[in-house]
């Protein structure tokens, strides 16, 4: 009996804007039933309708902490007063059951991620140009101009990490390009 092959995990990061969970959902569309999605932990109270293991693993943050001493998370950051990490061995479980495990992450998790697993699989999507970025955050009309301009100076940031990555793939005018291309990743490390 042949042994079960091993998950691959992948770090996906890029500005808010960009595309990345349009590209996430067709690669799920396409080869769902073998990738499967991290559950993050956070300090923070579930909002209505959260569902406990599904949405976060909802934890206090004396747990967490606890947590963060045992090397516990493969990455973890504080935002708006509460705390959020990626559980390592949630990760390592669901890659010891053959799934594909996707990570959603901002650079410096991102960077947590690559130096504790360093296996895994790193893409950064890029936009084709700050103006294009910026055009599309505005069109989306959800958000005030201080939100914009703050997102805007975060992707600036960001974008400067870009080269840190196993790969880059500009999501612009033709998004079927932009998904080829992560599709194309994909099958090379699952194939």
Known sequence: MQAQKKGVLFV????????KGTLKAKLIEEFGEEIAFSVSATTRAPRPGEIDGK?????????????IANHDFLEHAQFAGNLYGTPKPYVVN??????NVLLEIEVQGAAQVKASMPECVSVFILP???EVLEHRLR????????KIEARLA???QELTHAQEYDYRIV???????????????YVKYTR
Do not use: M, W
């Open 171 to 185: 999501n612009g005018s033709d998004l079927e390009a932009a998904y080829q291309a992560l599709r194309g990743i």
């Open 12 to 19: 996906f990061s890029g500005p808010s804007g960009v595309g």
């Open 55 to 67: 949405d976060y693993f909802f934890i206090t943050r004396q747990e967490f902490e606890q947590r």
């Open 154 to 156: 975060t992707a600036k």
């Open 94 to 99: 669901l890659l010891d059951q053959g799934k």
């Open 139 to 146: 069109g989306r009309g959800t958000e005030t101009e201080e």
């Open 128 to 130: 084709p140009s700050e």
